[in-house]
């Protein structure tokens, strides 16, 4: 295959590519056997940035081409909108599932139909996802007598 591109459509795709990595090993900065195959298309594409007259958008690292902090700085914005609406997802999410769960019981949660199961399952998700529109996590507590927290009072 043949791809003919201009030096915007690259630098977009080279954006592209950071994102992608970056999901990929934002949590694991190591390659696995199972992302190497990624990271290869990744260096092969940037590997030609000259070419592209884009040289800014990559380094090297230990000879290998890497997005370069242009990209990174370009990208973060998107990062830091995306990490911030996933959170608050991931948490109603699971808090919904945890009140589904000690409402109606597990069993009987994974027994119901399909249909019900993610009915019940969104309107304690919901519940959540209003809680945290309305109030953020300012009225979040954690209710553990064992748990050493930092006062907030003076000595």
Request: aromatic residues 6%.
């Amino acid at each position: 295959m043949q791809l003919s591109i201009n030096r915007e459509q690259y630098a977009a795709l080279v954006d592209l590519l950071y994102l992608a990595d970056w999901m990929l090993h934002a949590h694991e900065i190591e390659e696995t056997p199972e992302t190497a195959p990624y990271r290869a298309i990744i260096r092969s594409i940037l590997a030609h940035a000259r070419e592209m007259q884009a040289q800014e958008l990559v380094d090297r690292i230990e000879g290998e081409p890497v997005p370069s902090r242009v990209v990174e700085d370009r990208m973060q914005p998107i990062i830091e909108a995306y990490d911030g609406r996933t959170m608050w997802d991931e948490l109603s999410f699971a808090l919904g599932r945890r009140d589904a769960e000690r409402s109606l019981g597990r069993d009987a949660l994974q027994e119901m139909p399909a249909n019900q199961r993610v009915e019940a399952l969104l309107k304690h998700e919901e519940s959540w996802e209003n809680e945290f529109h309305q109030h953020g996590l300012e009225r979040i507590v954690v209710a553990d007598p064992e748990l050493s927290l930092p006062s907030d009072r003076p000595p």
